[in-house]
C-alpha cells in the first residue's frame, strides 16, 4: 500500500470522524478501492482514530481539563460528602456513557462470526445505515424546540446518548457522532452543544479503538507483510490530527449559523449513489 494511499485514508478518517456522516463508511469504502480488507482495514482505521482523538482534545482542551479533574472528585466524593461541580458531573457522565457501546464493540469482535460480520460491511447495509440515519438525523434536528446545554446532562441523559454508539460499533454507515448528536438533539440540547456532547463522549471509545490500533502495529511480525509500519502509523495519525483538527472547527463554525440539514442531503446522496453502483442495480 502506497503513502499516498495511506494519506488518503487518513484524510478521509480525519475530515470525517466527527462530522455526522460516518467515518467507517468512508474509510471502509475507500479501503476496498484500494484492496484493504479485513483486520488490515480496521488496524488503518484505529490508527487514525488516535490523531482524531487528539484533536478533540486539544480543541475541547477546557472541557477535557475540567473533565479530568472531576475524575479526582468523583474518587473522592464519597469520603467528602460534597455536591459535585460541573467537572465531577462532567467526568461522571462521559464514564455512564462508555461500557454499553464498549462491550457491543467488544463483542462485535469476540463473539460474531466473520462472514457475518463481512455482511454487516456490505455496501448494501453501508448505503441503508447512511440513509436512514441520515432522515433520523433529519427528524431530531427540526421536532421542536432544542435549547438545553451541557451543563443540563443528567446521567441519564448521558447514559442513552452513550449507549446509542453500540449501533454504530456494529453498523457501518451510522456515525457514531451523527447518532450521539442525533440522541441529544432528540432529548433537547442545541446543535452546537450536542456535537460538544457527542465528542466528549465519544472519546472514551475512540480511545480505546486507538489503543487497538497502537497494540496492532506494535504486535505486527517485524517481516514488512503487514500493511503498516510504525512509521506508516505516525503518518497516518499526524494527518488524521491536522484534518481532523480542522474539520472540528468547521463543524462548530457552522452549527452556529445553520442545522444539520447538508449532512443529512449529502446523507442521502452518498447512500443513493452506493445503491446505484451496486451490482443489485442491474437486476431490475
Not at 514488512?224 to 462548530?252: E, P, R, Y
Amino acid at each position: 500500500m502506497s503513502l499516498l494511499q495511506l494519506a488518503i485514508i487518513a484524510t478521509l478518517q480525519g475530515i470525517t470522524e466527527w462530522l455526522p456522516i460516518s467515518s467507517s463508511a468512508h474509510v471502509l469504502l475507500a479501503s476496498d478501492t484500494f484492496g484493504v480488507t479485513g483486520r488490515d482495514e480496521l488496524l488503518i482505521n484505529a490508527v487514525s482514530n488516535l490523531g482524531t482523538l487528539a484533536a478533540m482534545l486539544i480543541y475541547f482542551r477546557k472541557d477535557v481539563i475540567l473533565a479530568f479533574l472531576g475524575g479526582f472528585e468523583l474518587l473522592a466524593a464519597p469520603v467528602s460528602k460534597k455536591p459535585l461541580s460541573q467537572g465531577g458531573r462532567l467526568a461522571a457522565c462521559v464514564i455512564v456513557a462508555t461500557p454499553i457501546a464498549l462491550i457491543a464493540a467488544l463483542l462485535y469482535e469476540a463473539v460474531l462470526p466473520q462472514d457475518l460480520q463481512d455482511m454487516m460491511r456490505s455496501v448494501y447495509t453501508v448505503a441503508g445505515a447512511t440513509i436512514i440515519f441520515g432522515a433520523l438525523l433529519w427528524w431530531a434536528d427540526v421536532a421542536g424546540p432544542r435549547t438545553r446545554k451541557e451543563e443540563d446532562m443528567t446521567l441519564a441523559h448521558a447514559a442513552l446518548i452513550g449507549a446509542t454508539q453500540a449501533i454504530a460499533a456494529i453498523i457501518p454507515g451510522t456515525s457514531r457522532s451523527g447518532i450521539t448528536m442525533t440522541a441529544a438533539r432528540a432529548l433537547g440540547y442545541e446543535r452546537t452543544e450536542a456535537a460538544r456532547i457527542s465528542m466528549l463522549i465519544g472519546a472514551p471509545i475512540l480511545a480505546a479503538a486507538g489503543l487497538y490500533g497502537a497494540y496492532g502495529l506494535f504486535s505486527a511480525d517485524p517481516d514488512g507483510t503487514g500493511v503498516l509500519t510504525l512509521k506508516d502509523g505516525l503518518v497516518v495519525a499526524g494527518i488524521a490530527f491536522i484534518t481532523g483538527l480542522a474539520s472540528i472547527w468547521g463543524l462548530m463554525a457552522l452549527l452556529r449559523r445553520m442545522s444539520f440539514l447538508p449532512f443529512v442531503l449529502y446523507r442521502f446522496l452518498l447512500g443513493a449513489l452506493l445503491l446505484l453502483g451496486s451490482p443489485l442495480v442491474g437486476l431490475f
